[in-house]
Each structure stands twice: as C-alpha cells, then as structure tokens.
C-alpha cells in the first residue's frame, strides 16, 4: 500500500505550506483514521492531527490553532495547511491510515519541512 505525501519544503517562520497524501481509494473510504505525523531529528515520531472517527478533528498542543487538517472525498486526498510556521515545527511530516479494522498501519515516506529563522 502506499500513501504519497507531497507539499513539503523550506520557508521562513511565519510562512505557509500546505501537505497533501495520495490514499488508496479503498483506504480512504473504509474506517481508517487518517493522519499526519512528523518527526524531528532525534526525536520520536509524533501525532500532529488526524481525522477522529466522529469526524472532528484532533490536534497537538503544539499545532493548534495554526494548522488544519481536511480532506477532499473527490480526490482521496487529506490535507495539513500548516500556518504561522515555527523552526521547531522542522521536521519530517508523514502521513498515515490507522486501520484498526485490518489491524494495520500504513505510511508514506515522508516530506520534509523546514522552517527558517
């Protein structure tokens, strides 16, 4: 399966980027919990936000209020619009299908934010 996250580069603090994931058809439209992730240079892979099953959606601390997650039904494809950027907000950015149903969790190789002071 493969999830392919695009959208990622370098801006400077304050700036934008917008990710996008290409999701199978039939992941996107099962009871998989979409989401994006990221991970920093020696540090542990986090959650940034997904998609809860009762349809809202959940943020990190660190994120609120800054990013926002959606999505596009008609094209099978999640978004992270991600505002007022950080440096700590540097990272690799990851998005996953929490398929619980199937007992699986699938990811994309990743895109690479990086946010200059």
């Known amino acids: 399966v493969e999830l392919v996250e695009s959208g990622g580069g370098s801006v400077q603090a304050g700036g934008s980027l917008k990710l996008s994931c290409e999701v199978p058809e039939y992941i996107f439209f099962s009871s998989c919990v979409l989401g994006w992730y990221r991970q920093a240079p020696k540090k542990e892979r986090e959650l940034v936000s997904k998609m809860r099953s009762d349809g809202n959606p959940h943020y990190a601390d660190s994120v609120q209020g800054r990013f926002t997650i959606s999505q596009d039904n008609a094209k099978n494809t999640p978004y992270l619009q991600m505002n007022s950027l950080k440096t700590e907000d540097t990272a690799m950015y990851y998005c996953?299908?929490?398929?619980?149903?199937?007992?699986?969790?699938?990811w994309g190789q990743g895109t690479q934010v990086t946010v200059s002071s």
């Open positions: 996953a299908a929490d398929c619980a149903g199937w007992a699986r969790k699938y």
